[in-house]
Structure formats: structure tokens, C-alpha cells
């Protein structure tokens, strides 16, 4: 097993194993965007998701360690994205900035986005947890880590 810590550090990714401290580096090649927003790690599949920092961001989702581009995800409206999760199954759960606060509901394997629905919560102090136990539920917390 290959497990990693992430984070993202402006137009780069750092993944410091857990086994053995070593570090590899993935750079975000955007036209777009103005580094990475947003960066999560799949439970189950060794895949990753992060967003753009910009509005109109798309979503990629990339293999690791060998980071080949499985899926790019692009919203119809103008979205920025403060969070990203994986639930344990095939489901990419993200939420929007302002203007709109929604949260998202993406199939990974078939690009397809699900469901958006405006949360009613205007603050980026959110963040997307997915529950680990049936029947599976997401949830939205708000305030101060």
C-alpha cells in the first residue's frame, strides 16, 4: 500500500509518504487557473481530486503515484471551489464559493455532475466530510477548524 499525506502548496501538490518520508511533487498545468484551491485523496482507489484556483474552475481527478489525468470535470456556471470529497464509492462531492454556496454531487467514472443545490450558507468556513459507515451521507460543517 501506497499511502501519502497531501497537501497543495499554489500550482503544486506534495505527497510526503507514510512509509518511507520521501516526497513527490505534482504540478498543476492549468491555462486557467491560478494554482490549486482545493486538493482531496480517495479511501479506496488511489486516485486524488483538486480544484482550480479561479472562477469557471474545473475539477481534475489524477492517479497517483503515477499521475495520469483520469477525469476533468467543468460546471456550466461560474464556480470557484473552497472543498472537495470523496465519498467511498464512485461519488465526487464538491462545494462552490460565492456567489451561490452549492454543493455538488459528481459521478467520477462518468463525468457526470449529479446534482447542485445552493447550501443557504454564505461563508467559506464549510467543510465536506463523507460518512465511512451504510447508509452512506454527507456532511456540511460550519465554523472554525
Known amino acids: ?18 512509509q518511507n518520508e520521501q516526497e513527490l511533487y505534482y504540478r498543476a498545468d492549468s ?17 486524488f481530486a483538486f480544484a482550480e484556483k479561479c472562477w469557471k474552475a474545473k475539477i481534475f481527478i489524477i492517479s497517483y503515484p503515477d499521475f495520469a489525468k483520469i477525469s476533468t470535470f467543468e460546471s456550466k ?4 471551489y ?3 470529497a470523496f465519498s467511498e464509492t464512485e461519488h465526487l462531492i464538491a462545494l462552490t464559493g460565492m456567489p451561490k454556496y452549492k454543493l455538488q ?3 467520477w467514472r462518468t463525468h457526470d455532475l449529479l446534482v447542485s443545490k445552493e447550501t443557504g450558507m454564505f461563508t467559506d468556513k464549510q ?3 463523507c460518512s465511512n ?11 472554525k477548524e
Request: hydrophobic letters at 45%.
Open 1 to 18: 500500500m501506497n499511502e501519502a499525506i497531501a497537501f497543495n502548496l499554489h500550482a503544486f501538490i506534495v505527497f510526503r509518504s507514510l
Open 31 to 47: 491555462d486557467n487557473g491560478d494554482g490549486i484551491a482545493v486538493v482531496a485523496g480517495h479511501k479506496n482507489f488511489p486516485i
Open 77 to 80: 456556471d461560474e464556480s470557484i
Open 82 to 84: 473552497v472543498g472537495l
Open 105 to 107: 454531487v459528481w459521478f
Open 127 to 129: 467543510k465536506i466530510t
Open 133 to 143: 459507515s451504510l447508509p452512506r451521507s454527507e456532511e456540511r460543517r460550519v465554523g
